[in-house]
């Protein structure tokens, strides 16, 4: 073969490889948002890789974060900064629900998603014309999903403007725009509603990025009215972890770091937190634990997808369609994807430790 010819056929064959990757197998987990659509929330394209090496410097010692009042003050602002970064290869290779859910024998990760979301729904006794909180909302997959299955209205709260955008453009997408659904840009630590305003209230793991989990319930506490219901799917270390293994211990600092947290909770934490906020803790479980099925094999199980996106994540930004830094947020996802599955092989941590809560009606049943 001619060397002309040899060089024409390698880059028609070049060309359609990058279309293949990018275009085609690029695609999104869920419809919606592709590879060529990576952008990096409110971040200007050339800040990227600067708000990328704040971040990791901020949250490279996670301990120490939520240790001193003046690093735990910025921790919000920190957090904003990785939804920034995050949300969209979160939408693209994920979907519009950012949490993991057990896996159901024969069902599809997006079944099984919906259906620990409905969860939440029921136990909350959500029906139509109840208006409930959802804290921490991300691009309100859940909101979504609990406000079809209930019936009920639902008011999300990030603190991430990038997603409010999102999700109300998912909402109007899903026939579920105010006022079933409304997205709010604020700090759950100090919201801006009413005490009182809810009928009930939810977070999906959300609550591990407050440095002080006391400042959230209590921010729940006040917004719900008397006899409210409040479930919080918790992020939390087991009874497994052992603080003098290494191995535990660099599984934990890798998953709080790769996610932004401040230092994860003790599972037996978190209902004492509740009652010292005044709620009644009705009920208490560990969701992954058996008979439930793994959370984390779905992670596991996209090692093929992680080569590939990483690929087209690099083929993007050499042809400056990303913008630079993507690929080094993409890397940490990845590495976070490790630590993650191992803290859910070995036991030692959940994300979904679920505690229903209850606002006494009055001080005297509170007793
Ligand atoms: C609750 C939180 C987020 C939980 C999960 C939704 C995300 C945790 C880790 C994320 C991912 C890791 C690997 C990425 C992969 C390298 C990329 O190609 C495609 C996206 C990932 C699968 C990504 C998706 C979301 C997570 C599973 C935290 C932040 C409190
Ligand atoms: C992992 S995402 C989960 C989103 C959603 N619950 C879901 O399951 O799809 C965590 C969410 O908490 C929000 N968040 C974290 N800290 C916050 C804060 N201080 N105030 C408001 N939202 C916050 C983030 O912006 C993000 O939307």
């Known amino acids: 073969m001619e060397a002309a010819t040899m060089a024409w056929t390698a880059a028609v064959v070049g ?14 987990e869920v419809k919606g948002k592709r590879a060529v659509d990576l952008k990096m929330g409110s971040i200007t394209r050339d800040k990227v890789q600067d708000k990328y090496t704040q971040y990791w410097s901020f949250f490279r010692r996670p301990k120490e974060t939520a240790t001193t009042a003046a690093s735990a003050e910025k921790v919000p602002a920190f957090v904003d900064t990785f939804y920034n970064l995050v949300t969209d290869i979160y939408e693209w290779g994920w979907g519009q629900s950012f949490h993991f859910s057990p896996s159901l024998p024969g069902r599809s990760h997006r079944d099984a998603t919906r259906v620990h979301e409905e969860r939440v729904a029921d136990l909350l006794g959500a029906r139509p014309g109840h208006r409930l909180l959802d804290v921490g909302c991300g691009v309100g997959g859940p909101m979504r999903a609990i406000a079809a299955h209930s019936g009920s209205n639902v008011v999300g709260i990030t603190i991430n403007e990038y997603q409010v955008n999102r999700a109300r453009a998912h909402n109007r997408k899903a026939g ?18 009413p005490d009182g305003s809810f009928d009930g209230a939810y977070s999906i793991e959300a609550t591990c990025h407050a440095p002080r989990l006391q400042d959230v319930y209590g921010e729940v506490f006040r917004v719900l009215k008397p006899g409210g219901f409040y479930v919080s799917y918790e992020w939390v270390t087991t009874p497994l972890y052992r603080a003098e293994d290494p191995e535990h211990v660099e599984c934990i600092h890798g998953i709080e770091r790769g996610d932004a947290l401040p230092g994860l909770r003790r599972q037996d934490e978190i209902s004492s937190i509740a009652k010292e906020v005044g709620f009644e803790v009705v009920k208490e479980q560990d969701l992954a634990l058996p008979p439930a099925l793994p959370w984390w ?44 599955t191992r803290g859910g092989e070995t036991g030692i941590f959940t994300p979904m430790h679920m505690v229903l809560l209850r606002k006494p009606v009055s001080t005297e049943e509170a007793k």
């Open 176 to 193: 579920l725009d105010s006022p079933r659904c409304e997205v709010v840009c604020g700090n759950f630590l100090s919201m801006p509603f």
């Open 297 to 340: 094999t779905r992670l596991k199980m996209g090692r093929v997808a992680y080569w590939r996106n990483s690929l087209v994540v690099r083929v993007l930004t050499m042809l400056r369609i990303a913008p630079k830094g993507v690929s080094e947020v993409h890397e940490m996802l990845y590495e976070t994807a490790q630590h993650l």
């Open 15 to 28: 060309v359609g490889l990058v279309y293949w990757f990018v275009w085609v197998m690029g695609a999104a």
